[in-house]
């Protein structure tokens, strides 16, 4: 059995080899296949890992309030200020903390240089909600609202790094035409579509002194935390409800990280069914690519079959030979492919600066379709070639 396994291998590398353009030309829709099929696995791996990992540390109880203001919220008497957000939490049991900020932007300026900065306006409870970590000092607590105090975010903390400064806390910049004291940096936070991104981009400041200096009282949105068991659906209805019965008209947004992830899975969903159309379609054509290389084989060695025929071959032992050539062409076709989709994959990742890595099931996913389609495709030329006419076969030059 084993001598007569090799000996199938050996013919039909030989046979493979025979004519290298061709089998080249029927690799090609292989490998592209199985190339889509591998990336397609891969990169939906990645991406779910990539968004669980952003949520990990922050949490997928987090929840994002918007949308907080009627019209264009020019008015006074049309926006959400931050004395009705106690009455709203009272009104939303579903969230155990809600953590509201306000927004603003203006340059910084420190021993003569100006840094473009996005100002936060928070409360005490901003740091705990977001989860921040601290690289120096403190976070803003409700004992400095009214202060001039301000935390800098990672890329202000770079840029004065890079001016010479190693530890801004307690120096003075100037900020909205005031002195203001750096009483702390925060860490980098992952970039995710929830946080708001002047945590990294920006600085915050307390959130009654922002109003003292800008005159303008405005929650541009609330962060907050839901309850163990509670739903986002019951916290969105709670929220909707609370906001109408403050400030009618308004009707405010609520965005989870539960939520977030559905999103994303559908979008993967999407890309996976598009990646798998074009997957299939180049398999297809891949095997017809086979099928018709096998069916130009079986025509070349008519004489040689006829003469194996003769000498005692049995039908069965022509058709194993020919199925495992067009098993054998697959599986290299399904090689490349592997690596090709492998190699995307990791370009896609890099490119997003995500975690890389390589799932067994997509190698070995890879491996069972090259198998199934150098099966599939090389059955009827195989068949055709065993069910030859000896003297027909033999008669052929």
Not at 95 to 107: D, E, I, K, N, R
Not at 242 to 259: F, I, M, R
Not at 322 to 350: D, H, N, Y
Request: one cysteine or more; glycine letters at 10%; a positive charge.
């Amino acid at each position: 059995m084993l001598l007569k396994l090799r000996t199938n291998l050996r013919e039909a590398v030989r046979s493979l080899l025979s004519s290298v353009q061709r089998t080249f030309l029927a690799l090609l829709g292989i490998v592209i296949g199985i190339a889509s099929v591998i990336a397609m696995v891969s990169v939906g791996a990645i991406v779910k890992s990539e968004a669980l990992r952003q949520f990990q540390d922050m949490g997928t109880d987090f929840v994002t309030v918007t949308g907080l203001a009627r019209d264009d919220g020019k008015a006074a008497a049309d926006v959400i200020g931050l004395r009705m957000v106690p009455k709203l939490h009272a009104l939303c049991p579903s969230l155990v903390s809600m953590a509201p900020y306000g927004t603003s932007f203006a340059q910084m300026r420190f021993r003569g240089q100006e840094y473009a900065a996005s100002i936060m306006g928070v409360t005490g409870g901003f740091h705990t909600v977001n989860k921040l970590k601290m690289v120096k000092g403190r976070p803003i607590s409700e004992l400095d609202q009214g202060a001039c105090n301000c935390v800098l975010g990672e890329r202000l903390t770079s840029q004065l790094r890079q001016a010479g400064v190693v530890n801004p806390v307690g120096l003075n910049v100037m900020l909205l035409d005031n002195v203001f004291t750096v009483i702390g940096c925060v860490e980098r936070a992952p970039d995710n579509a929830l946080r708001p991104m002047e945590i990294n981009d920006g600085l915050m400041i307390p959130y009654w002194t922002l109003k003292r200096i800008t005159g303008t009282d405005r929650v541009e949105a609330i962060v907050g935390r839901l309850r163990p068991n509670a739903t986002v659906a019951r916290a969105q209805a709670q929220v909707q409800n609370a906001v109408g019965l403050v400030l009618k008209g308004v009707q405010p947004s609520v965005n989870s990280a539960e939520a977030l992830i559905e999103q994303m899975n559908r979008q993967m969903n999407l890309l996976t069914l598009l990646l798998g159309v074009v997957g299939s379609i180049a398999l297809v054509v891949g095997g017809v690519g086979v099928m018709n290389v096998m069916l130009v084989s079986v025509s070349e060695r008519r004489r040689e079959i006829g003469i194996r025929r003769a000498i005692g071959a049995k039908r069965q032992d022509i058709r194993t030979q020919f199925l495992i050539e067009s098993l054998l062409l697959c599986l290299v076709g399904g090689t490349f492919g592997i690596a090709l989709g492998i190699g995307g994959a990791w370009g896609i990742a890099k490119y997003q600066a995500w975690l890389f890595f390589v799932t067994p099931e997509a190698v070995w996913l890879g491996v069972g379709v090259s198998a199934m389609v150098g099966i599939f495709f090389g059955y009827y030329p195989a068949r055709q070639a065993s069910h030859l006419r000896i003297i027909e076969a033999l008669r052929s030059t």
